[in-house]
């Protein structure tokens, strides 16, 4: 999962798609995008690597920055070198906006070809309640599956 607040002054970064209509982005480094960190960290936990932060440290100047299907490749890498292969991944985005369903297909397609496996994301809207549905930010919950690589000994 992740969850990050609302900023102004920054562009909205959301399931690997910019989002210009929108009035602010999302705090969190390197762009606080949750649906991508959620897919991240649902990975990487799923392998028994750690989290996003364990091996995107956005304080060294490699990660400062980086966008948000490089950080889903590079998930998809690590995981991959851990002996696993990626069956799929779904994930929930959590939140008031901006409205996801009519790009919800063109950013599958994003998160799938970053990823190399198929990626299925929803939207729920939580009808006011917390933070999400005060409208002071978005959360993301992740699940992935992954597949033992054959001849892979650990």
């Known amino acids: ?3 990050h607040p609302f900023m102004k002054d920054r562009p909205m970064r959301l399931a690997g798609l910019d989002w210009p209509d929108e009035s602010v982005g999302l705090a969190g480094e390197p762009d606080g995008d949750v649906v991508v960190h959620a897919v991240c960290n649902a990975l990487l936990t799923a392998a028994d690597l750690g989290d996003l932060g364990t091996h995107f440290d956005t304080a060294t100047p490699e990660w400062e920055g980086a966008s948000p299907t490089l950080l889903l490749t590079e ?28 790009r919800r297909q063109e950013a599958q397609k994003v998160l799938a070809a970053a990823l190399g496996a198929p990626v299925f994301l929803g939207a729920a809207t939580p009808e006011g309640l917390g933070f999400a549905g005060r409208g002071d930010g978005l959360m993301a919950i992740a699940n992935a599956l992954l597949l033992e690589l054959p001849g892979y000994s650990r």
Request: hydrophobic share 40%; proline share 6%; charged share 20%.
């Open 1 to 3: 999962m992740d969850i």
């Open 75 to 102: 998930t998809a890498h690590l995981v991959r070198s851990a002996g696993f292969e990626v069956g799929n991944v779904s994930v929930q985005l959590i939140g008031e906006r901006p409205k996801l369903g009519p």
